[in-house]
């Protein structure tokens, strides 16, 4: 596996790549590798002959007062790991190589429409920096195909409606939630739990199991399901910032009698905050 920090170093090596004529898959992520960022790479690996993994915690995409100082950095495992995968490249760009001309002064890109609710109601800023990320990644690399993960599922609609209002030649591809055991969906942040917490928080995939097996037998009362799961997930103490029945295509309220929900959801448990979606089609 090759390791690369400098743009001139990534474009030559992905120069020669593209002169031979292989296909290059990116998964874009902030480190502190698990399984489920692992499972995207397997995906990637698939679409393309090489693959290429970003490994860059971006200020720009967290809100102030969030754990952007805190949060888990484990390099040298990571590499331990994407070797094993015989990772074709990590790419470890620094905050110079990504904003040449400063966070401050950086161009910034904006998805309208889909970027100020969910998620983006309670992290001010966050999706503007994704997508501002994303779109660098993008540039500096220019994958043939990069994997996002389902679980992130709001991101994984912005970036591809980023991809296509931009024309880029990029091929979107989800990659399923990897779960433990227990349900959870994998996440970095899982590791801020305590043990008391970590034995509650598998609760918000069956609340949303519930939810989706109430739809599938019909039930179309929609604010009263996403009510009576947030008061379940008060009374486990969580602390629920929303629990949504939307439209899979476009984060739309639902308004067909045969379409694809997601059942999303974000509640904070101690000092992680937890997100998770389910797919369902009435």
């Given at each position: ?28 992520t ?9 499972s ?85 800023g ?9 779109s ?37 591809i989800?990659?399923?939630t ?105």
């Amino acid at each position: 596996m090759q390791e690369i920090s400098t743009t001139a170093a990534l474009r030559e090596q992905l120069g020669e790549w593209r002169h031979s004529g292989d296909h290059i898959a990116l998964v874009a992520t902030m480190g502190n590798l698990h399984d489920g960022h692992l499972s995207l790479i397997s995906v990637a690996r698939s679409h393309a002959e090489r693959v290429v993994v970003s490994v860059f915690v971006n200020p720009t995409q967290f809100a102030e007062g969030e754990d952007f100082e805190d949060y888990p950095r484990s390099l040298e495992r990571d590499r331990r790991r994407l070797k094993r995968l015989h990772t074709d490249l990590l790419f470890v760009p620094d905050i110079e190589t990504m904003y040449p001309f400063g966070i401050d002064n950086a161009t910034s890109v904006t998805v309208p429409v889909l970027t100020d609710q969910l998620c983006g109601s309670f992290r001010p800023g966050h999706f503007d920096g994704m997508t501002s990320v994303v779109s660098r990644l993008f540039s500096l690399v220019q994958p043939d195909v990069a994997v996002f993960g389902q679980k992130d599922y709001q991101q994984l609609l912005l970036i591809r409606r980023l991809t296509k209002d931009l024309s880029l030649p990029i091929e979107i591809i989800c990659g399923p939630t990897q779960r433990e055991e227990d349900g959870l969906a994998q996440s970095s942040r899982n590791q801020y739990l305590s043990d008391k917490e970590r034995a509650i928080a598998p609760n918000l995939f069956a609340i949303l199991n519930s939810i989706g097996q109430d739809l599938e037998s019909g039930k179309r009362n929609y604010g009263e399901l996403e009510e009576r799961a947030v008061a379940e997930l008060r009374r486990l103490h969580f602390e629920p910032e929303y629990v949504s029945i939307r439209r899979a295509e476009n984060l739309d309220a639902p308004d067909r009698d045969n379409d694809e929900l997601v059942v999303l959801a974000a509640a904070r448990l101690g000092k992680a905050r937890l997100i998770d979606n389910i797919l369902v089609h009435i």
